[in-house]
């Protein structure tokens, strides 16, 4: 049994630049499940003691944790970043897609959506028009990323931006009287 689901939709497939990339064979359905990461959860001092080869194929699911896949890799960990994707996180090791997704595309999500940590910042290669050039582990702090990817942004960053919003209107109450 393996430790990641992909759907029996995709596939592994040579992605340029990028090296290997997930592609759909079908048509994939918006709201439809494309990929489950699993794996082992290491804490950051676990992970931090790992190859990089293992940790560009992880995936934060909180402030301090991390899903490592296996060390033979599943095709779910194949799925690349992009500043224009089609899927998104649901939960936090959900990767679902957030339009229809059509035969031949490849299959993308923002790392925005999951990572705040600085284990995988890196020179963009997704050639969009959205392209920020540059991912790092603040992106997901961006507004406009927090407005386009809502509903598909991991659960614990959604607390960590919940959090944020709920402190700001906090401090922006006016001061009551007595």
Not at 37 to 48: L, Q
Not at 50 to 63: G, N, P, T, W
Not at 124 to 143: G, I, N
Not at 154 to 162: A, G, H, K, N, P
Request: glycine fraction near 8%.
């Amino acid at each position: 049994m393996s430790q990641s689901f992909l759907t029996p939709k995709a596939e592994v497939r040579e992605a340029g630049r990028k090296g290997l990339g997930l592609f759909a064979t079908s048509a994939i359905s918006a709201g439809e499940t494309v990929a489950g990461f699993g794996g082992s959860v290491a804490t950051r001092a676990e992970f931090d003691a790992l190859s990089d080869e293992r940790r560009i194929h992880a995936i934060q699911i909180d402030d301090e944790l991390y899903m490592v896949g296996p060390a033979e890799y599943e095709p779910a960990d194949m799925a690349n970043h992009s500043c224009a994707p089609n899927c998104g996180i649901v939960g936090n090791i959900l990767l679902v897609a957030m339009a229809p997704i059509a035969a031949g595309d490849e299959i993308t999500f923002d790392y925005a959506m999951c990572d705040a940590a600085d284990y995988d910042e890196f020179v963009c290669a997704c050639d969009s028009e959205m392209c920020r050039k540059v991912v790092t582990s603040a992106d997901w702090q961006r507004p406009e990323l927090q407005q386009r990817y809502r509903g598909y942004i991991s659960s614990y960053l959604q607390r960590r931006i919940d959090a944020a919003a709920s402190s700001d209107a906090i401090g922006a109450s006016p001061a009551v009287e007595h």
